[in-house]
């Protein structure tokens, strides 16, 4: 077996992402998700190591002793990373000549031969899942009897082999919690809206829903949801309590966790016998009954992707959502004490000035725990990447999702609404929702009720002011 090193490169000041996050770029509050992607092979190969460089706050020189002596090097990498990732990638090959070094990611699943003719210190990029693609490769096979990679042969020729065939059986999956105590230190790990230290995981890969704009799906996990077996997600959970003994939260990554809702809730139950606080991410169309059976089991927090408050939007980004469901799903959830953060996207299809305006209306009237705003970010092998493209909205030649700083830039634009327009929609959203008397005496009551909740808001207060001001600057 090759001695591995699987790395999520240092990047810049206030990464937020991750081989664990959709987006790469600094958020208005700093974050850090667990790089469960990359966790999850180096739990396939004995003797691994994972460096998670950012939220360690690791440099290329704390980095470079473990490269020196590896023999293949894993680097997780994205569109907005790409760049700088190769940079890392010829520092490693010029320190380590001999060493292979493979690239992950959604970025290179579905840009293989570009992503390689662009990186010309890297030997193979892996597409699709690529746990057991990786395993193959330590374990010594030769590139052309791997599937689901493509390389460069020793005349400098790309060659692309079959795809791998997609893994149905998920419980053949070793536990991540194993990487993640041998090589992380969980208080590393911060995310506003959930209790810290928490730890995270997949119980499964894929989501049912076709939302034109979400990049997972699209390129690595699919539109089935394949999952683990309650049973196999329970002797996890058992083993992240006795090695994480600090843990305050616990949170499920899956895309959607409540797309299958009697597995949901046999989950749940389970996790009530624990008494684990726990979190998830769910469409906005969970019943109110199985709300209840969540709840009752230590569910906590809901993360879920409103987008737009505008009906025609959801239907131009294939959503599958109605509004009034929306409606009625946050005031259950209300009315039963689960919080809410809720993600809006502004920039998508058919967006205009009065779109924006509905909305933050809508926000301001469901009223989540917490938000978050993103620009509209159309990655590559997504249906919004090609649908811009198509229709003039995205110019391919400078797609730059974020500027060098970090900071997410608006890439689409319309007739009727300019990237500047988008831009400066994000920052009125949040003033709106956030700068209104309802909310901040929300706010100061929690704030009065936990000395350590005043401690966290201030400090998001002081991280999101200085967000604006970069945004301003760049």
């Known amino acids: 077996m090759m001695k591995t090193l699987f790395l999520q490169?240092?990047?810049f000041d206030g990464f937020d992402g991750g081989a664990g996050?959709?987006?790469?770029?600094?958020?208005?509050?700093r974050s850090f998700w667990f790089p469960t992607w990359l966790a999850q092979p180096a739990a396939l190969i004995p003797g691994s190591k994972l460096i998670d460089a950012p939220p360690a706050g690791l440099t290329m020189k704390d980095v470079m002793p473990h490269a020196r002596v590896a023999e293949l090097v894993i680097i997780h990498t994205s569109t907005p990373s790409f760049a700088n990732d190769v940079k890392v990638a010829a520092q490693i090959r010029a320190e380590n000549p001999g060493v292979k070094i493979g690239f992950i990611g959604a970025k290179v699943a579905v840009q293989a031969g570009e992503s390689l003719e662009r990186a010309a210190p890297v030997d193979f990029v892996a597409r699709n899942e690529f746990d057991f693609t990786i395993k193959e490769i330590a374990e010594g096979r030769p590139f052309a009897e791997v599937d689901g990679i493509s390389w460069r042969n020793e005349a400098g020729e790309i060659v692309h082999n079959k795809d791998r065939a997609t893994l149905e059986d998920m419980n053949s999956l070793p536990f991540v919690a194993d990487?993640?105590?041998r090589d992380l230190r969980v208080?590393?790990?911060?995310?506003g809206y959930l209790m810290h230290p928490y730890?995270?995981?997949?119980?499964?890969?894929?989501c049912k829903s076709r939302c034109t704009f979400c990049l997972w799906p699209q390129t690595v996990g699919g539109h089935r949801y394949r999952t683990r077996s309650v049973e196999h997600v329970i002797a996890e959970v058992k083993q992240i309590q006795r090695d994480f003994p600090?843990?305050?939260?616990?949170?499920?990554?899956d895309d959607t966790f409540t797309d299958n809702l009697p597995r949901a809730e046999a989950i749940a139950r389970e996790l009530g016998k624990l008494g684990v606080t726990w979190s998830c991410n769910a469409k906005a169309n969970v019943p109110r009954d199985t709300l209840k059976v969540l709840r009752d089991n230590g569910l906590r927090l809901l993360l879920v992707g409103y987008e737009s408050g505008?009906?025609?939007?959801l239907h131009n980004i294939k959503k599958g959502m109605r509004v009034e469901v929306a409606k009625q799903f946050t005031k259950d959830c209300h009315e039963l004490g689960i919080k809410i953060h809720g993600t809006f996207i502004l920039g998508l299809p058919g967006e205009t000035q009065e779109t924006i305006r509905e909305t933050i209306d809508f926000a301001k009237d469901i009223n989540p725990h917490t938000i978050q705003v993103s620009l509209a970010a159309p990655y590559p092998g997504t249906f919004l990447y090609d649908q811009a493209v198509e229709n003039g909205w995205l110019d391919a030649t400078h797609a730059e999702l974020i500027d060098d700083h970090g900071i997410q830039i608006a890439p689409l634009h319309y007739p009727h609404l300019t990237h500047t327009e988008i831009f400066d929609s994000v920052e009125t959203f949040y003033r709106q929702f956030y700068f209104r008397v309802p909310k901040i005496?929300?706010?100061v009551g929690e704030m009065v009720r936990s000395p350590q909740m005043m401690k966290r808001r201030l400090r998001e207060g002081v991280e999101f002011f200085q967000f604006l001001r970069e945004r301003h600057a760049a």
């Open 179 to 181: 990487v993640y105590k």
């Open 199 to 206: 730890v995270s995981l997949y119980t499964g890969r894929g």
């Open 310 to 313: 505008n009906q025609q939007i």
């Open 9 to 11: 490169p240092p990047s």
């Open 441 to 443: 005496a929300s706010i």
């Open 187 to 191: 208080e590393d790990y911060f995310i």
């Open 21 to 29: 996050s959709r987006y790469q770029a600094r958020r208005e509050i």
């Open 246 to 253: 600090q843990m305050r939260e616990l949170f499920f990554d």
